[in-house]
């Protein structure tokens, strides 16, 4: 079945999969999805080539790619990404939290990285109607959302070093439950002695898959040392605290403040983290944006002055850190638990994106 809509300045051709995956083996998959391993029956698709601009906008039917050997982003990794969930709401419809701000970032994105703008109309149309054709794959377990995964890469079939002249834009999505597999109330973090994630005038700030790609080593030492997620350092000096390999990073003092590492290039500026800044605000709470030395890190959480740390991101949402860790030996964060102010932002964070609580900043986005 092929029908047209019109929502954006370029309509999507719908090609719907001629045999999605049936009733019943749906069902069984969104019981446990996981994360990011059970995927939806359709995918959404734009091209981009110079002089042509974006054209050929589809949604079809989730498939294996076809890729020439010569691609550019298998040699030279022009590769960006985001990624943002769809809730169900009480009132039982979908809504995506705060998809403007992703498509705007990917725009930040495909400049550092030299790839096109994709215009954030197109962005929001293509992941409105996918989310809304594939609708059924809702997961049934409890916190269970669709996790959207807008990507784009290089194409063109030349080895030369220089900026694709094509590009694919694409959509997946994944029904997810939890995003750590131990459903831990609190995660341990290990400090990377010998890796950094990003340099000043590096790609930090990208949501790009080099990014990731060199903090895996770091992520599997932290593992190695009994940790379930790796805390960078600064570059330059090693000794200001980052940002988790895929979260931001909150501390909380016992006079009720909170404070994050802020925006200066080598940081992701996270969406999670902005929303939370908003909201800690909003209720008259002093956030500053400053760096924070690891040692001092140990010290406050020695003295007692740090009574609370987290990390928040799309993906985990907000995730207590209960302990830190490095070669220097360990140091607990509270009593090791998810502290008070980490539990009540989360919770006034989830209710929004569920729709459980007014929504003065426009957040919440209703597909169809
Ligand atoms: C995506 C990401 C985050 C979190 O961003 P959100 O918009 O809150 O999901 C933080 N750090 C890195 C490195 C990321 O890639």
Not at 56 to 74: F, G, Q, Y
Not at 256 to 263: A, D, K
Request: with cysteine; aromatic share 8%; proline share 6%.
């Amino acid at each position: 079945m092929t029908d047209r809509t019109a929502t954006t300045p370029l309509s999507f051709t719908v090609h719907r999969h001629s045999q999605p995956v049936a009733s019943a083996e749906r069902a069984k998959l969104l019981a446990d999805p996981g994360f990011g391993r059970v995927f939806t029956d359709h995918m959404a698709m734009i091209r981009y080539s110079e002089g042509k601009g974006w054209h050929s906008a589809e949604i079809s039917a989730r498939k294996p790619l076809l890729l020439d050997p010569a691609s550019a982003v298998l040699h030279y990794a022009q590769e960006i990404f985001e990624g943002l969930k769809a809730y169900r709401l009480a009132d039982g419809s979908l809504a995506m939290f705060r998809p403007d701000a992703n498509a705007h970032r990917f725009q930040q994105s495909a400049r550092r990285l030299a790839m096109p703008e994709l215009p954030a109309d197109l962005f929001v149309g293509a992941i409105s109607e996918l989310v809304n054709l594939d609708r059924d794959w809702f997961p049934s377990v409890e916190g269970g959302s669709l996790y959207i995964r807008p990507f784009m890469f290089a194409n063109e079939v030349f080895l030369g070093v220089k900026p694709s002249a094509e590009y694919l834009f694409l959509v997946i999505v994944s029904p997810v439950g939890g995003y750590f597999k131990s459903g831990a109330p609190a995660v341990s973090i290990w400090v990377s002695q010998d890796y950094t994630r990003a340099a000043p005038g590096g790609t930090g700030a990208a949501k790009c898959g080099g990014n990731y790609a060199s903090s895996l080593v770091a992520q599997a030492e932290a593992s190695r040392h009994g940790c379930d997620q790796v805390v960078f350092l600064d570059a330059a000096e090693h000794r200001w605290v980052e940002e988790l390999g895929g979260m931001n990073v909150f501390l909380v003092f016992e006079d009720g403040t909170l404070q994050t590492p802020p925006l200066s290039g080598t940081i992701l500026p996270g969406i999670t983290r902005d929303s939370l800044i908003t909201l800690a605000r909003s209720e008259g709470l002093t956030v500053r944006e400053q760096p924070y030395a690891i040692d001092q890190w140990r010290a406050d959480a020695r003295s007692g002055h740090l009574t609370e740390a987290f990390a928040c991101g799309t993906a985990a949402v907000v995730t207590p850190i209960g302990r830190v860790a490095s070669p220097d030996g360990e140091f607990k964060i509270g009593a090791g638990g998810p502290g008070q102010l980490t539990s009540r932002l989360k919770q006034k964070l989830v209710d929004i994106q569920h729709g459980r609580a007014p929504d003065p900043h426009g957040w919440v986005h209703k597909i169809g």
